[in-house]
Structure formats: structure tokens, C-alpha cells
């Protein structure tokens, strides 16, 4: 019966996929073919709204920081944050290694901070725009971002999703990052040299010339004050301060920046942090516009039904059958490759990082008696596949800030390599024990 239900919604998943039915469309679907099994399980109507509404509940933190990232992409732009920053980021950056540029500063910058969300708002941002500016395929530019936005989601020391692995798996978080830089490596390097070889054919040595930087500065008054609300970002993200209030004291400075220097009018902020920032000159508008709550609103509902999801998840045995042929097919097949099929299914299922892991952890714990190889196997399917999934919130909130189109996870090579590489290491790793105990 569970599994039924289950495969009733991938089918619609995907058909709408296939199809172009909007993803929260797709969703609520789902969610009447899950409150239909619970109610068939034997639970009242109310008793399923509360589920839901717990669930939903769960997920009012990020649904509040949605609502802040949107007025922070859109101060950025009236201040002159984005401007100024690709102003002086023009001359330092050439197409022919953009992509690899663009990959390793986000990188670097979601290490730091330990938020792919974070670094996708303000960084991503940034470069995204110096993409368009010069001219590299925002299919392209998107996936490189993205790469580099989930290189410190996985292994930072103050990534949330890395401290939920060791929390669910008591292990040691430090122990955690060691096995998974061990295990990156070779994905790292090979984005590297991927991201290089494709800047090359992509811009073709060319790009948009100095005067995207005379278009900027028609528009906005290009310095260093600007990058003030940039600058408190990076520096409250490395003192730790909560991220909900370094995203507000970011947006009072740009909205400070934006009325008196950039000389907007106060009248015009209501207007801005909901519908994002609109430039008057159309050469402008095309590479700048965007971000505001609204451009969060499509987000913000895949979010509110995929975290009803959970609430009826954690409230009916949906999942027990499933975890016991898991295990039974554990006795046959390597654990990495078990875990990552079943982190594909519930990264589609959950719609969340966090509930897609806490279900892989559940469903797999039978496959992997060792607590700090399943956390390293997390570690390499999970987290890094839940943000390949479009209507996933780890795909979807990178999408929507960025405004980069749904294929360009396809080249977020960061993201395929590690759980690949760690299924070609596991085979080999099991041939070499087979050798060993056959020589013995």
C-alpha cells in the first residue's frame, strides 16, 4: 500500500516535469495523495491538518529567512552592493576562466560561512550578474555557482546539514570533515579542470567590453560604501552571529546605503522590498532587476507543502516497509550504492535537505553498521543530491535568487562527482577485500 502511494507521486513528479506543470502545482497534488493514505490508515481529517500543520510549524525559521533573502537581493541592487562589487571584480575577472572563478570564490565563501543559502544570496548573486555581464551562459554560470554554494554545505564546521549528519549519526563533526575532504578531493580537482576546459569554448576569449562598467556607473554612484552591506555580511558570518540577524543588519545598511548616497526615494523602500529593484533604463534593467519577497513567494509555497510532507511522515508508517526491503537488499548490494539510490528518492520525496537526510539516515541504518562511514556516506549522497532535485528546496532557492534556469543544475559537476566517485571507490574498495579474503 505505502509503496503505491509513493510511486503515485514520483509518477506525478515526473509527468508534470515532463509537461511544465508548475512544481507547487505538482506538490499539492502529492499532498492529497498523502493525506488520503493517512486518512485510510485510520487517522480523522483534523487529526492529518494537525500533522500538517506541525509540519509547517517545523519550518517557520526558514520560511522567515526566505522573506529576508528577498529584501536583501534587492537592497543589494538599490544600494549599489552588486554594482560596485562587479565593478571592481570586471577588470580581475576574464571569461576565459570565469567559470573556474566562479566555482572557487563561492566555494571559498560557503566554507566560511557554512550556508549555501547565505552564499547564494550575496556572492552568488554577485557573480551571477558579472556572468551575464560578460556574457557567460547563465546555464553554465548557474551550475558553477551552484557547485561552489554546497562545497561548504557538506564540509564546514559550521554547516548545518553537517552538523545534523553528526548529530543523527553520534559522530565526531571534525572526524566528519576529515573523511569527507579524503573523499572530495578527486571531485574537486575534476570540477576544476572541467569548469576551466568549459570557460574557454563558452567565452571563447571574448565578452562584453568596458562599457558594462560605464552602464553601471549611469545608474548608480560605484565606491567603496557600497560594499558596506557586503562587507557586514562576510564579517557577521565569520563572528557566528545568527544568520537571520546578519541578513536584517545587511538590509538596513544597503537600505541606509540606497537612500543617501544613491539618492532613492525613501517613499519607493516599500516598493523595492517586496517587488524587487526595477532600473528606469532599460539597458540596465535587463542585467540588474530582480529580488524582493515576491520573487521568494513560489519558493516559500514549496516549502510550506513539502514541510506538511514530513508532518504526515513522521505520523503514519509510511516509510517502515520500505526500510526493511532496504535492508534486505543490503545483503546484496554495496551500502554506498544502496544509499545513494535511496537518497535520489527521498531528496524527490522530502523536498528539503534536512527531512531527505533524516529519512536516508533511517532508511539505510541497517546497511552500514559503522556510524562514521554512514556519515560519510551522507556526507556524499544526501546533501549533495537533494540541491540536483528542482523542486527541492536546496535546488529551487538557488534557482530562484540566482533567476538561473532549472537545466543548469546539470552543470553543477561538483554535485554529480562526489556521490559517483564514491560509488567507483566503493567498488573497488569491495573487489580489493574480496582479493584479500580469497588470497587468505
Do not use: H
Not at 552538523?163 to 569527507?180: E, H, P, Q, W, Y
Not at 521568494?296 to 508532518?311: E, T
Not at 524527490?348 to 539505510?364: E, K, P, R, S, Y
Request: proline share 4%; with cysteine.
Amino acid at each position: 500500500m505505502e509503496t503505491l502511494y509513493l510511486s503515485l507521486f514520483l509518477l506525478i513528479l515526473s509527468a508534470s516535469i515532463a509537461l511544465g506543470v508548475p512544481i507547487a502545482a505538482a506538490m499539492l497534488a502529492g499532498l492529497a495523495i498523502f493525506i488520503v493514505y493517512a486518512i485510510r490508515k485510520g487517522n480523522s481529517l483534523k487529526a492529518v491538518l494537525g500533522m500538517m500543520v506541525s509540519g509547517v510549524a517545523s519550518a517557520r525559521n526558514i520560511l522567515m529567512a526566505f522573506i529576508l533573502i528577498g529584501m536583501l537581493t534587492a537592497s543589494w541592487r538599490a544600494s549599489g552592493t552588486i554594482p560596485s562589487v562587479v565593478c571592481y571584480s570586471f577588470k580581475a575577472i576574464s571569461p576565459g576562466w570565469f567559470l573556474l572563478a566562479a566555482f572557487l570564490v563561492n566555494s571559498l565563501i560557503s566554507f566560511l560561512t557554512g550556508t549555501s543559502f547565505g552564499t547564494v544570496a550575496t556572492m552568488g548573486t554577485i557573480t551571477m550578474t558579472l556572468g551575464n555581464a560578460i556574457g557567460i551562459s547563465p546555464y553554465l554560470s548557474g551550475g558553477a555557482i551552484i557547485s561552489g554554494i554546497f562545497f561548504g554545505d557538506r564540509c564546514s564546521p559550521v554547516s548545518t546539514s553537517a552538523l545534523l549528519v553528526a548529530d543523527i549519526t553520534k559522530t565526531d563533526i571534525f572526524r566528519n570533515i576529515s573523511g569527507m575532504v579524503r573523499t572530495g578531493a578527486v571531485p574537486f580537482i575534476a570540477s576544476c579542470a572541467g569548469y576551466s576546459l568549459i570557460s574557454i569554448y563558452a567565452a571563447g576569449g571574448s565578452g562584453v567590453d568596458g562599457n558594462i562598467i560605464e552602464l553601471f556607473r549611469r545608474g548608480f554612484r560605484i565606491g567603496l560604501m557600497p560594499i558596506v552591506p557586503a562587507a557586514l555580511m562576510l564579517l557577521l558570518s565569520a563572528m557566528r552571529v545568527r544568520t537571520r540577524k546578519t541578513l536584517a543588519i545587511s538590509i538596513a545598511s544597503a537600505i541606509i546605503i540606497a537612500v543617501l548616497y544613491e539618492g532613492m526615494p525613501a517613499a519607493d523602500l516599500p516598493g523595492l522590498l517586496v517587488f524587487g529593484y526595477r532600473s528606469p533604463d532599460p539597458e540596465l534593467s535587463a542585467i540588474i532587476d530582480g529580488g524582493g519577497i515576491i520573487s521568494m513567494l513560489n519558493v516559500s509555497a514549496i516549502v510550506a507543502i513539502s514541510s506538511s510532507y514530513s508532518g504526515i511522515f513522521n505520523g503514519t508508517p509510511l516509510l517502515d516497509g520500505l526500510k526493511e526491503r532496504i535492508r534486505k537488499i543490503g545483503r546484496r548490494v554495496p551500502a554506498e550504492q544502496i544509499t545513494v539510490a535511496v537518497a535520489a528518492i527521498t531528496s524527490m520525496i522530502a523536498c528539503n535537505q534536512t527531512l531527505a537526510t533524516m529519512m536516508t539516515n533511517f532508511l539505510c541504518s541497517d546497511t552500514e553498521s559503522d556510524n562514521e562511514k554512514m556519515a560519510l556516506m551522507l556526507e556524499n549522497s544526501v546533501i549533495v543530491i537533494s540541491p540536483l532535485v528542482p523542486w527541492s528546496i536546496a535546488g529551487s532557492v538557488p534557482l530562484a535568487i540566482l533567476g538561473a534556469p532549472t537545466l543548469s543544475l546539470l552543470a553543477a559537476f561538483y554535485l554529480f562527482l562526489i556521490p559517483l566517485w564514491m560509488i567507483v571507490s566503493g567498488m573497488a574498495g569491495s573487489r580489493e577485500r574480496k582479493r584479500s579474503g580469497s588470497s587468505t
